[in-house]
C-alpha cells in the first residue's frame, strides 16, 4: 500500500494505515506467516520514499493500492487549487489503476481522483 505525502497532507490517515498493517503484519507472523503479507511506503510526488516515513516491508514501484490521505485546506478554492497542482500525483493513481491497483481517497483527498479521472475510472 502505498500513502501519497506531500507538506500539505494529513499525516494522521498514514499513520492510521500504518498501525493497522503493522497490526495484521503481526497477526500473520504469529500464525506462521514466513514474511509480512502487506507493506506500507510512504511516497512523495517525486516518487521518493518521505523522509522519516516508517516502511513496512520492501518499497514497489507500482503498488496494488494507493492512498490519497487528504490536505490541510482553507477552502474549497484552496483544494481545487492543490488538487490541480499534483500532477506527479494524478501520474501515480493513473498508473496504479491501470496495472488493475486500487486507488482510494481519503476526505478531501477524493478531489484528487476528480480531478484526474480516477473516480470515473474507478466506477468500472
Known amino acids: 500500500i502505498e500513502v501519497l505525502a506531500d507538506a500539505e497532507t494529513l499525516a494522521a490517515p498514514a499513520a492510521a494505515i500504518g ?5 495484521m503484519n503481526l497477526l500473520a507472523a504469529m500464525r506462521g506467516a514466513a514474511r ?3 507493506g ?3 511516497t512523495r510526488a517525486d516518487g521518493r520514499a518521505v523522509r ?11 503498488p496494488k493500492v494507493v492512498v490519497v490521505p487528504g490536505w490541510h485546506v482553507r477552502s474549497g478554492p484552496h483544494l481545487n487549487r492543490l488538487a490541480r497542482a499534483q500532477r506527479a500525483f494524478g501520474q501515480r493513481l493513473r498508473a496504479a489503476h491501470e496495472a488493475g491497483g486500487h486507488v482510494v481517497g481519503i476526505g478531501n483527498g477524493s478531489a484528487l481522483l476528480f480531478t484526474f479521472g480516477g473516480a470515473a475510472a474507478s466506477q468500472d
Request: net charge positive.
Open 19 to 23: 498501525d493497522l498493517l503493522r497490526t
Open 52 to 62: 522519516g516515513a516508517r516502511p513496512a516491508g520492501r518499497r514497489s514501484s507500482c
Open 40 to 42: 506500507l511506503q510512504c
Open 36 to 38: 509480512p503479507p502487506f
